[in-house]
Each structure stands twice: as C-alpha cells, then as structure tokens.
C-alpha cells in the first residue's frame, strides 16, 4: 500500500476542543493558511500537523 504525508491545520477551540479545518497536500500552503487565520484576529489557536494517508 502506498502512503503520502499531507498536512491538517487544525485548531483549538473556546472549549478545549481540538478541530481539524482543512488538509493540504503541501505544508507551505497549510502553514500559510495558519497565519491567514492568526491575522485575521482569531481567538481560537491553530497549528499544522503531518498526516500520513493511504495513496491514491
């Protein structure tokens, strides 16, 4: 079976709650999405984690 890293941004919550908001096939795109939401004044906290899929 083959296997490709991708990348989530996730976030955490007002209530603690850890959730995914979208994946990416490139970290640059995901990290930069990340900053996008930080910018806009988010209270929430968001980072970018590494995912490892089966390929298509």
């Known amino acids: 079976m083959d296997e490709r890293e991708r990348w989530v941004l996730k ?3 007002d209530n603690g709650r850890e959730v995914e908001v979208r ?9 930069a999405a990340a900053k996008e939401f930080e910018e806009r004044g988010h209270k929430q906290t968001y980072w970018v984690e590494a995912v490892t ?3 298509a």
Request: glycine share 6%.
């Open 53 to 55: 899929s089966p390929g």
């Open 23 to 31: 994946r990416f096939d490139k970290r640059a795109e995901a990290e």
């Open 11 to 13: 976030r955490l919550d």
